[in-house]
């Protein structure tokens, strides 16, 4: 049974920093990309970043200027997005999906159930 | 590539047919076009793939076509767990793997 566990949502200042994190279990995490998909309340998704299954290449979002980092640890089966320069539009439930590919493609076949990230001061 | 769904919401009755529209605003290269199904409290759920391609599970009452920058998504009699809101999706080699707004679908 595929699961994707999402981890270290909460409440932070505007400014600060978050590590968010993502356990994968039931399948060989090490041969799929994997991605970061957000959306906050009242409003759709949105796609933030991905990931290839080895780590090579990563993709990011054009509106995140680069305050966001995507890394994987394939001996820990896990996905992180760290989030820095937290702004308050980036309040939103976070979500982790693995690609059907090794190489990202945006098929996006599985997902877990997220985390909160609230920014507020 | 700007995906723009509509309409925003459909008002529908088990039963009745659904049609949702997704339009690009760059003709979508390899038909790389995706939809999926999301309802409050559970994960997102990809219904198809490759414009026209179902996932593993899903039935055939769910069918999608389109080319360049129009795709459909068709519910022919929806079912009561139907109800939902359903996104358009860019994929394939090309990133930034982009949604649309999302539709609506809702009892009338």
């Known amino acids: 049974q595929v699961a994707l566990v999402e981890s270290g949502g909460g409440v932070v200042q505007p400014g600060k920093s978050l590590r968010l994190s993502c356990a994968a279990s039931?399948?060989?995490?090490?041969?799929?990309?994997m991605h970061w998909v957000r959306q906050a309340a009242g409003r759709g998704l949105e796609w933030v970043a991905a990931i290839y299954y080895d780590g090579s290449n990563a993709h990011y979002a054009d509106s995140l200027t680069g305050r966001f980092t995507i890394s994987r640890d394939n001996s820990r089966n896990t996905v992180f997005l760290e989030t820095n320069s937290l702004r308050a539009e980036d309040t939103a439930t976070y979500y982790c999906?693995?690609?059907?590919?090794?190489?990202?493609?945006?098929?996006?076949?599985?997902w877990g159930l997220g985390t909160l990230v609230t920014v507020s001061s | 590539i700007v995906l723009t769904q509509s309409p925003d919401i459909l008002s529908l009755s088990p039963g009745e047919r659904a049609t949702l529209s997704c339009r690009a605003s760059q003709s979508v290269s390899g038909s790389f076009l995706a939809w999926y199904q999301h309802k409050p409290g559970q994960t997102p759920r990809l219904l198809i793939s490759?414009?026209?391609r179902r996932a593993t599970g899903v039935p055939e009452r769910f069918s999608a076509s389109g080319s360049g920058t129009d795709f459909t998504l068709t519910i022919t009699r929806l079912e009561p767990e139907d109800f939902a809101v359903y996104y358009c999706?860019?994929?394939?080699?090309?990133?930034?793997?982009?949604f649309g707004q999302g539709t609506k679908v809702e009892v009338k």
């Open positions: 490759d414009t026209s």
């Open positions: 999906a693995r690609d059907l590919y090794r190489a990202s493609r945006g098929y996006l076949d599985k």
């Open positions: 039931g399948f060989n995490f090490k041969n799929y990309a």
């Open positions: 999706q860019h994929h394939g080699n090309s990133p930034p793997w982009t």
